[in-house]
């Protein structure tokens, strides 16, 4: 189940699970089953998705990606990846992202087009 929180606890989760160097560009966030955390951006024409989950949950991280699509419905969505992790890569990919170029090596965008 998806709840709203407020920016300073979004951006503290983001952090405690996983994004270390997490800067809040602004987002409003979303909290899935106490143990995932999004970090959703309007872009206008699309929508920049973030997501930290609690590493001993991280095998609920489908089920989490799948509410949160349904609640976006159908909107393009870009999703920047750190490269170097090839499971996050992998569901991005098993939830219809598509790779893009990324002007930095160390992160790849992944594109879910509208109509996903």
């Known amino acids: 189940m998806l709840t709203n929180i407020d920016a300073l606890t979004g951006q503290a989760l983001m952090r405690l699970w996983g994004v270390e160097s997490w800067a809040d560009p602004g987002a409003e966030?979303?909290?899935w089953n106490g143990c995932c955390?999004?970090?959703v951006v309007e872009q206008g024409g699309f929508?920049?998705?973030h997501m930290a989950m609690k590493r001993t949950e991280r095998t609920r991280c489908r089920d989490a990606v799948r509410e949160l699509l349904e609640v976006i419905g159908d909107r393009e969505i870009r999703a920047p990846i750190i490269s170097s992790n090839k499971s996050v890569c992998n569901l991005a990919r098993n939830m219809g992202f598509h790779y893009e170029?990324?002007?930095d090596i160390s992160s790849i965008f992944?594109?879910?087009p509208a109509n996903g």
Do not use: G, K, N, T
Request: proline share 7%; glycine share 0%; net charge positive.
């Open 29 to 31: 966030y979303a909290l």
């Open 37 to 39: 955390v999004f970090a």
């Open 47 to 49: 929508i920049d998705l």
């Open 101 to 103: 170029f990324s002007p």
């Open 110 to 112: 992944m594109r879910r």
